[in-house]
């Protein structure tokens, strides 16, 4: 049985502080979510942030929960499927603002989707550093334009951006220890 991983997405509140988790879960190699949950901190979120109108949309069952219990609730949720690495497009912002995850271990999507020896969609044209870095134009919706999603727009919501990250995951097809850890 391949290992299982997670991929998080958070989104903040004009405090900087965290408004909604989305969490996937994964397998290796097989990049394709097997369970999510989702989560809005009740107080975070009161306080609004630029992407509160994402915060609920259809379909979508959020849990409201009060920080603390939000947190528990986050680490008993990774702990049943047996987590031990989470995975994040641009990680050091999502690992900076959840410190109490700070026991698992931490990996970038973004240090292989941004780079031209790891991302074979990045066109040969395209403008790099010598480290082989994107200058630019290396968000998620930039990564999946280059995938062929031509229509795709970020919608700024936890849980379907974490999906979203994990599709990016699967386009690359990179084993889970490619990613660098933070």
């Known amino acids: 049985m391949a290992e299982k991983f997670a991929v998080i997405d958070t989104e903040t509140n004009w405090h900087n502080e965290v408004m909604s988790i989305g969490i996937v879960i994964a397998e290796d190699g097989q990049f394709e979510a097997i369970d999510h949950k989702y989560i809005i901190f009740e107080e975070a979120a009161r306080v609004g942030g630029m992407y509160s109108y ?5 379909g979508q069952n959020p849990e409201l929960l009060k920080k603390r219990s939000a947190i528990a609730a986050i680490k008993d949720y990774l702990n049943a499927h047996g987590i031990t690495q989470l995975f ?3 990680a050091a912002f999502d690992s900076r ?10 990996h970038d999507i973004l240090k292989l989707a941004a780079y031209k020896q790891h991302n074979p ?3 040969a ?9 994107l200058k630019s134009g290396y968000k998620v919706e930039d990564i999946l334009c280059m995938f062929g999603e031509d229509d795709y727009s970020e919608l700024h919501n936890a849980l ?3 999906v979203d990250e994990l599709r990016i995951m699967n386009y690359l097809q990179h ?8």
């Open 175 to 182: 084993g889970i220890a490619k990613y660098p850890q933070l």
């Open 121 to 123: 969609a990045i066109p």
């Open 54 to 58: 994402a915060l609920r949309v259809k």
């Open 88 to 90: 994040a497009y641009n």
């Open 97 to 106: 603002c959840l410190p109490e995850l700070c026991n698992y271990k931490w």
């Open 125 to 133: 044209n395209a403008q790099c550093c010598g480290t082989g870095r």
């Open 160 to 162: 379907t951006d974490a």
